[in-house]
């Protein structure tokens, strides 16, 4: 197993860097999400565009996603959470993730946060102690001696209970490390206005994929203080989308988000996905060089 930290020691010039600043520390950055796919829509195009710069990258999921929707006759008998877990692969090839961890733990199924847990007994992640399951985390990032930690932002995103509970997670295993915790999140005005461009241009917008307002999902946009210039990447980004693809054909009675998103033509793709949106708390530095050269800040509102 190769180490995160001899990684850490090395260094190489940039052939795109030119003559200023071209020499680039390799650090280790592992992402942490909840199933097989949270990857592709939330933070992909940094995970390539850090592989791509000579960083290892490194992908946690929690579940294997073994209690989504899927189609009929998609399956062939093969189970569900294995076929996702190459899928993850696939995705995982297509960016550049040096390793694919997954924790372990069972997808709990549900998209609404209102739907009962049945208890820990399922296994299921949401349902899990929060400090068991941090110390699995935790384990992964001291063994590869990790420089970043990228995990879902404080409302879960669009509020599912498993993605909720990565936060809580990777804060934990942020604080028990010391390892640098980047909340990987989606600009609230930015997605609004997608939604509204989306419809106004007639394209097919997910069934459940709007509520009625969007003002608890994601994170505002003047808290959002890093981004990420995703634009170079959109293929890999796209490839990873595409390599799930029980999560992209035919669920019934279900338009699907990814297939909507392939669907795109790539102009509009473009415009949707050319970059992607962290919050960094307060006291929290990213890794020297790792901003300016991957993570551009975002000038605080009134500045
Ligand atoms: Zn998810």
């Known amino acids: 197993m190769r180490s995160g930290r001899s990684a850490s020691t090395r260094s190489r010039y940039s052939p795109a860097g030119g003559c200023k600043n071209a020499r680039v520390t390799p650090r280790t950055i592992v992402a942490f999400h909840a199933h097989p796919d949270d990857e592709a829509l939330l933070s992909a195009g940094t995970l390539a565009r ?11 999921l929690a579940t294997d996603g073994g209690a989504g929707a899927v189609g009929d006759g998609v399956l062939d008998g093969e189970d569900l959470g294995a076929r996702r877990t190459r899928e993850a692969q696939a995705s995982a090839d297509a960016l550049g993730v040096a390793r694919l961890v997954g924790l372990g733990y069972g997808d709990s199924g549900s998209d609404r946060a209102d739907t009962e847990v049945s208890g820990w007994s399922d296994g299921s992640f949401r349902a899990a102690p929060v400090e068991e399951a941090a110390e699995r ?35 934990a295993a942020a604080t028990s490390t010391g ?28 069934e459940g994929f709007v509520p009625p ?42 338009v699907r988000t990814l297939s909507v998103f392939l669907g795109l033509p790539d102009e509009i793709f473009a415009i949707a996905f050319s970059q992607e949106w962290f919050v960094v708390g307060g006291g929290t ?3 020297e060089g790792l901003e300016g050269e991957l993570f551009t800040p975002v000038a605080p509102a009134g500045t």
Not at 50 to 60: D, I, K
Not at 145 to 163: E, K, R, S
Not at 183 to 198: H, K, M, N, P, Y
Request: glycine share 10%; proline share 6%.
């Open 285 to 287: 530095a990213l890794p």
């Open 137 to 171: 985390l935790a384990a992964v990032l001291r063994e590869e001696g990790a420089d970043l930690l990228l995990a879902d932002d404080a409302n879960g995103g669009y509020g599912h209970p498993d993605h909720c509970q990565v936060h809580r997670v990777a804060a």
């Open 213 to 254: 307002d969007v003002s608890a999902w994601y994170t505002p946009h003047d808290t959002i203080t890093h981004t990420v210039d995703t634009g170079p990447v959109l293929a890999a980004k796209r490839a990873s989308m595409a390599a799930h693809a029980t999560q992209a054909t035919g669920a019934p009675d279900t």
């Open 50 to 60: 850090a592989a791509q710069a000579g960083h290892r990258v490194v992908l946690v």
């Open 179 to 206: 390892v640098p915790f980047a909340q990987v999140t989606i600009d609230r005005e930015f997605l609004s206005g997608g939604i509204e461009l989306a419809r106004g241009m007639g394209l097919e917008v997910p």
